[in-house]
């Protein structure tokens, strides 16, 4: 690889999947940084931002560590950011899960599947791409379209239709007969609802993505 | 669309995997790291590592291995066998598992499925059951714990309506009298389960060609087990998902 991504940071504040977080940034030949407050926040400039457990308990860890308000300006300032999971669902404005208000960072709102099939929506699942922007296009960049990726949530940012969605809808699936976001991008914000670190060599490819990314 | 799940299964005993016929005569097959790294390379949806003798040494799983295998391997890891408690299990997800099996534990020690679950989400938690068909019981199975070695008092399905309310996401069947001899899963059983509970069920033992998999797909199993037929060489897990796409099921075939 020619360019280096600058300083990684990777998220931590108590979420289950911290670890394989790291261990697929490692697996890529990056040492990431652990941010665990504002000062460990300000070593970085690119973030991976985990998630398991709920949105609420999510929040609240955040608020305790002192976060909210330095990950609001991390985002705004243009570093390039991406939730994972239960992290991608906080970079929204609302979850259902606790009535909980969110970062607001993308304009989306987060409820519980309301559907036969079982919950939590857990396994592998295809996702209808549509790229509209060029944090789209960066973010697919060697995947191919059947490309799967490990689903675990109960909750998530439902769409109307997979063809009618907003501009940062940037991957669409389906379960239980209902549409969600599986992938969003908007400028330097990126949020995935799967989790890209257990997805195998294409999750992978998602993450290098990211990293590698250069704002055009 | 939601793919249907094969999981090959390394039982471990003494640090290498290896594969017994009904629970017994087990064989060496490999080193536990290298065997995920490559199944996780070639297809495999999951991974599901049983520590065989951790329950019988009374002892917890070995953390360094799972912690090894969840740096090289990139998919789902759910470890079974000598989780006794929370901090167990804590410690089988804090080394790289995003999944525990409980087995033996559970009818002893049912209020640790909540505890569990609670903590780290149902998703968290497999029920696995030992079970063996035998006429004294309701439902005609008996379930076992040992690994396959003591009876308990539980019909299969009065224990299924215990245990899995109080917090459990999947259900992985283990037929005794199927396991290693790869005549096909017990498909009355899982029809039995299926409809009985909500839960994604996973079945095991008796896997032995690619048609024993559809079968069991096209009754309603969410995934497969496999262990004998991928250990063996005899088939890849690609060949077996080949034969899936062939008889129009979903399964993921990019990786």
Known sequence: MTNTPAKVGILNYGAGNFGSVKRAVEALNIVPVEVVDVETLKQVERLVFPGVGSAQQAMAELKQRNLVEPLKSFAQSGHPLLGICVGMQVLGEWSEEGNTECLGLLPYRVEKFRCEAPIPHMGWNSVAWSAKNSACNAATASISVAANFYFVHSYAAFVQSKSQSSAHVMGVSSYGGQDFCAFVAHQNIWGAQCHVEKSGRIGLQLIENFLRWERG | ?255
């Open chain 2, 1 to 255: 669309m939601l793919k249907k799940r094969i999981i090959p299964c390394l039982d471990i005993r003494d640090g290498r995997v290896t594969k017994g016929i009904e629970f017994k005569n087990n064989i060496d097959i490999g080193d536990p790291v290298l065997l995920a790294e490559f199944y996780s390379q070639n297809g495999a949806d999951e991974i599901v590592i049983y520590d065989i003798t951790a329950s019988a040494e009374k002892r917890a799983p070995d953390f360094s291995t799972i912690e090894k295998i969840a740096a090289k391997s990139f998919v789902p890891i759910c470890i079974g066998g000598g989780i006794r408690d929370f901090t167990d299990a804590s410690h089988c997800i804090a080394s790289g598992a995003e999944k525990v099996s409980l087995n033996s534990i559970a009818p002893r020690k049912p209020e640790l499925i909540t505890e569990i679950s609670n903590h780290f989400g149902v998703q968290a938690v497999v029920l696995s059951l030992d079970v063996l068909a035998d006429s004294s019981c309701p439902s005609g199975y008996r379930l076992f714990i040992n690994g396959g070695r003591t009876a308990t008092d539980w019909d299969m399905i009065r224990w299924l309506e215990f245990a899995l309310p109080l917090g459990v996401g999947e259900l992985c069947v283990n037929s005794i009298d199927q396991d290693g001899k790869r005549n096909g899963y017990d498909l009355d059983l899982l029809e039995l389960i299926k409809q009985k509970v909500r839960v994604p069920v996973i079945v095991s033992g008796g896997a032995g060609k690619a048609q024993h998999l559809i079968e069991a797909f096209s009754q309603g199993a969410d995934a497969a087990l496999v262990a004998s037929i991928v250990h063996s060489g005899e088939m890849t897990l690609l060949q077996l998902k080949e034969e899936c796409v062939r008889a129009g099921l979903p399964v993921r075939m990019d990786w």
